[in-house]
């Protein structure tokens, strides 16, 4: 991309910006309604016209709602996609909403919805408008959690997600790049004032970008610093890989058990260590992943047991035990836990 962040972006431009994913059969593309995602659709569109064979591109926006104006953005959408050929829906997040935790609980319907929709439509991927300013933002927001190297990752340009690819192409490009490519197409875009509530999170750390900015850690700097730490991950997840093939991780009699020799991980850095004993809770675990904070806590365990001469231990932790005895470490499901007296 150039240098300038307040370019609009050309037709090549674009043509790099999707590249990967023209032998995709058919792509959905998350429109919201707010410029990034006009852009998105904008930009994909001129791309597909411009392949003599390509994917099909089709259209979708989640109405979550939560907002009057939702309805209207939606189908503002939807003339934008029929004047650029491209097939739209809009799906409603339907059903009781939470009073705690909306974003993640949204964030998650969306995913679901457009999930849904790439299934119906034969679609291999899903196309989000995340731009460096959300990459900047996300690892600010993920820093103060406390998040380790992985988190600090932050977003990445593609991942799996249930059978179906998420990419996001946009995410080495400003926010004010798309605005002046759509403002030199002439294209209307929403604009949704939620992103500027300060009950929330993200809008708070939003409004301190200027001032973060001015100290040199602006959305270039604070992206390029997530694409180092998913870098010093990428080789983490190397060694760590390398370590579960030493260890023989999975007991080879009970594929829903892990066993291996206590003295040999204790030998293993501590980010390695924890890495391992994380795959293996995931694995066999039913809670969901294990949280870093908790599964530092159990590593703590291990290692004193384990350097006091191999005292027995057995712990749990996302749906999964932990035990350590005869030298062994062995992770297999827990029980289920038995209900509290009514």
């Known amino acids: 991309m150039p240098d300038d962040d307040h370019s609009p972006i050309s037709v090549a431009q674009a043509k790099r910006l999707f590249a990967d994913w023209k032998s995709a059969p058919a792509i959905v593309?998350?429109?919201?309604?707010?410029?990034?995602?006009?852009?998105?659709?904008?930009?994909?569109?001129?791309?597909?016209?411009?392949?003599?064979?390509?994917?099909?591109?089709?259209?979708?926006?989640?109405?979550?709602?939560?907002?009057?104006?939702?309805?209207?953005?939606a189908r503002d959408v939807k003339r934008l996609a029929r004047s650029l050929e491209v097939p739209h829906r809009t799906l409603r997040w339907t059903g009781a909403k939470p009073k705690t935790g909306l974003p993640a609980a949204a964030r998650a319907a969306r995913y679901r919805l457009l999930a849904q929709a790439a299934r119906s439509n034969g679609a291999t991927h899903i196309l989000t408008a995340h731009t460096r300013d959300d990459q900047a933002e996300t690892l600010l927001m993920r820093m103060l959690r406390g998040s380790g190297i992985a988190g600090l990752a932050a977003m990445t340009r593609v991942s799996e997600r249930?059978?179906?690819?998420?990419?996001?192409?946009?995410?080495?490009?400003?926010?004010?790049?798309?605005?002046?490519?759509?403002?030199?197409?002439?294209?209307?875009?929403?604009?949704?004032?939620?992103?500027?509530?300060?009950?929330?999170?993200?809008?708070?750390?939003?409004?301190?970008?200027?001032?973060?900015?001015?100290?040199?850690?602006?959305?270039?700097?604070?992206?390029?610093?997530?694409?180092?730490?998913?870098?010093?991950?990428?080789?983490?997840?190397?060694?760590?890989?390398?370590?579960?093939?030493?260890?023989a991780l999975r007991d080879r009699n009970d594929a829903?058990?892990?066993?291996?020799?206590?003295?040999?991980?204790?030998?293993?850095?501590?980010?390695?260590?924890?890495?391992?004993?994380?795959?293996?809770?995931?694995?066999?675990?039913?809670?969901?992943?294990?949280?870093?904070?908790?599964?530092?806590?159990?590593?703590?365990?291990?290692?004193?047991?384990i350097a006091a001469g191999g005292s027995r231990q057995k712990l749990t932790l996302a749906g999964a035990m932990v035990t350590l005895i005869g030298g062994r470490i062995h992770v297999e499901p827990a029980p289920p836990r038995r209900a509290k007296p009514g």
């Open 29 to 73: 593309l998350a429109v919201s309604g707010g410029p990034d995602s006009m852009a998105l659709m904008w930009l994909a569109a001129r791309w597909r016209r411009a392949l003599a064979r390509g994917p099909r591109l089709v259209a979708v926006t989640v109405d979550h709602g939560l907002r009057t104006e939702a309805a209207r953005e």
């Open 162 to 247: 249930e059978g179906l690819w998420l990419a996001r192409p946009l995410l080495d490009v400003s926010k004010a790049q798309l605005v002046a490519t759509l403002n030199r197409a002439r294209i209307n875009f929403a604009d949704d004032p939620t992103n500027r509530d300060v009950s929330y999170t993200r809008p708070r750390l939003r409004a301190l970008m200027p001032a973060l900015a001015a100290e040199g850690g602006d959305s270039k700097n604070l992206a390029r610093l997530a694409a180092r730490l998913a870098r010093a991950n990428a080789a983490l997840e190397v060694l760590a890989d390398g370590a579960e093939r030493y260890l």
């Open 256 to 305: 829903a058990r892990f066993g291996f020799d206590a003295a040999t991980f204790a030998g293993l850095a501590e980010e390695i260590r924890l890495r391992l004993l994380k795959r293996a809770i995931d694995r066999v675990g039913h809670e969901g992943p294990a949280e870093l904070g908790k599964l530092e806590a159990v590593l703590a365990v291990l290692d004193q047991a």
